[in-house]
């Protein structure tokens, strides 16, 4: 499976870190589903050169992506979208210990 184009860009100009730049490019490609579960990323070199900028600042915005939930790694392939976010929702309690505490009198 070969590697998706990204059309990422980094304005040096900007405020906000390259990394914040690229992991809110990449982010809202997979929310607007230009990006498909399964679609492998352009490696960390790759992106890299591509847009000028150190290897770390594309490393920082993957690994931040990761720990969203939104890509995952594939080992030696590279790193791919996630096909689903992480569940952040807690476990519903039963409420049997409410009620049986509603109950002792």
């Not at 914040?20 to 352009?42: C, H, T, V």
């Amino acid at each position: 499976m070969a590697t998706t184009k990204l059309s990422v860009r980094v304005n040096r100009k900007r405020p906000e870190s390259m990394t914040r730049q690229i992991r809110e490019q990449i982010d809202s490609l997979i929310d607007a589903g230009a990006l498909l579960a399964g679609e492998l990323l352009p490696s960390e070199r790759e992106l890299a050169n591509r847009l000028k900028v150190a290897r770390n600042v594309v490393r920082g915005a993957y690994e931040q992506l990761m720990d969203a939930g939104k890509l995952v790694s594939e080992g030696r392939r590279g790193r791919s979208v996630s096909s689903g976010r992480r569940s952040t929702t807690k476990k519903k309690s039963s409420g049997k210990a409410s009620k049986s505490k509603a109950r002792k009198k």
